[in-house]
C-alpha cells in the first residue's frame, strides 16, 4: 500500500477474498431464496414501499399498501392528493407527516418529468424528495434488476460484525461493499445480510451459537459464551 500523506505505510484492512467467499458461500447455502420483503407489483409501488418502510416494519407496510395503491395508482394520483388525506392513509407506518410530505412531493416530480415513471438511474432517483441510495438502490435492484448494495440497520449491522467494514456511515459502508462483493450479488448479498440480521445477528442479544458465520464473526470471537 502507498504511504500516506506523513510518510507512514498505509494498511489494508480489507478481509481476504478467502474470507469473503467463504462467507458467500455460507449465505447461498442457508439463504438461497433471500429477497425483498416489501409486496410490489411495479417500481412505484416499491419506492412508495421503501418511503413507507423507514421506522417501520415490512409488515406493517405490506398491511397499508394494498389499500394505498389501489387508491393511487399513478405517481400523479399521489401528487394531487391532498396532503391530509394521504397523510391518514399512511398514518400507521409512522413519521407519516414527513412521508407524506415527501410521496407527494416526489411523485409531483416524477408525473412532471418522467411521465409517472420511475428512471431506473441512481443518480437521478438520488436527487428526488425523500429518496436516499438506501431507498434507490432497493428499486433498482429489485424493480430493475440494477445491482446495488442496500445499507439498511441490519446490513451496516452484520456487515460489521463479519469485518467486512469498519466504518458506519452507510455512504462509506457501501463503499467498502462494493469493493469486495461481485457486482452480480449486490442484490441478493444485500437480501441475505437484511434476513440473517432479522433471524440471528440482532442487535441485543444476537444468537451467534446458531448463526452459520460465527467462525467469520468477529463479535462471536469477542463474545463467546457471553450472549447465548
Known amino acids: 500500500m502507498p504511504p500516506d500523506k506523513k510518510g507512514r505505510k498505509a494498511t489494508d484492512n480489507r478481509p481476504s477474498p478467502q474470507k469473503v467467499k467463504a462467507i458467500l458461500d455460507i449465505l447461498d447455502l442457508h439463504y ?13 409501488e416499491l419506492l412508495i414501499a421503501t418511503i413507507l418502510s423507514a421506522q417501520c416494519t415490512d409488515v406493517r407496510v405490506n398491511q397499508v399498501a394494498p389499500v394505498l395503491f389501489k387508491k393511487y395508482p399513478t405517481a400523479g394520483a399521489y401528487a394531487e392528493a391532498p396532503i391530509e388525506q394521504l397523510e391518514e392513509d399512511i398514518r400507521s407506518t409512522g413519521f407519516f407527516r414527513n412521508k407524506a410530505r415527501n410521496i407527494k412531493a416526489c411523485c409531483g416530480i416524477l408525473h412532471e418529468r418522467f411521465g409517472g415513471e420511475v428512471p431506473a438511474d441512481l443518480d437521478v432517483l438520488v436527487t428526488l424528495p425523500g429518496i436516499g441510495r438506501k431507498t434507490a438502490n432497493v428499486v433498482l435492484g429489485n424493480a430493475f434488476q440494477i445491482p446495488g448494495i442496500v445499507v439498511d440497520t ?9 469485518g467486512l467494514t469498519s466504518h458506519k456511515d452507510p455512504d462509506k459502508i457501501e463503499q467498502d461493499l462494493v469493493t469486495i462483493i461481485p457486482k452480480e450479488k449486490w442484490t441478493v448479498f444485500s437480501h441475505q ?36
Open 154 to 162: 441490519h446490513v451496516a449491522r452484520v456487515s460489521a460484525r463479519l
Open 32 to 44: 438461497p431464496d433471500a429477497r425483498c420483503s416489501l409486496q410490489f407489483n411495479n417500481p412505484l
Open 193 to 228: 445480510l437484511i434476513q440473517l440480521g432479522r433471524d440471528l445477528c440482532r442487535a441485543r442479544k444476537p444468537m451467534t451459537s446458531d448463526c452459520p458465520l460465527r467462525k467469520h464473526c468477529t463479535y462471536a470471537l469477542e463474545h463467546s459464551g457471553r450472549d447465548e
